[in-house]
């Protein structure tokens, strides 16, 4: 990331069919209030983390792959 962003990710299987793949993001201060996207939005404001791309919001409720699909 160009603020200097850091993103970590962990893939780990316990059998066949039972894996995560874990994935943290650490934002830099530079990043609040200008971040958007899959991870919320850094601003301290949950009510807006649900965001499709292109700024429709969508609420709790609705269906999340509308969300997800949304920066695909």
């Given at each position: 990331?160009?603020s200097?962003?850091?993103?970590?990710?962990?893939?780990?299987?316990?059998?066949?069919?039972?894996?995560?793949?874990?994935?943290?993001?650490?934002?830099?201060?530079?990043?609040?209030d200008?971040?958007?996207?899959?991870?919320?939005?850094?601003?301290?404001?949950?009510?807006?983390?649900?965001?499709?791309?292109?700024?429709?919001?969508?609420?709790?409720?609705?269906?999340?792959?509308?969300?997800?699909?949304?920066?695909?």
């Open positions: 990331m160009p200097g962003t850091w993103i970590t990710a962990e893939h780990e299987c316990y059998e066949p069919g039972d894996c995560y793949l874990n994935i943290e993001v650490y934002p830099l201060a530079e990043d609040f200008n971040s958007v996207g899959l991870c919320g939005n850094y601003n301290d404001d949950a009510t807006d983390d649900l965001t499709i791309k292109g700024s429709t919001r969508v609420d709790r409720g609705d269906e999340p792959i509308q969300f997800a699909t949304s920066y695909t």
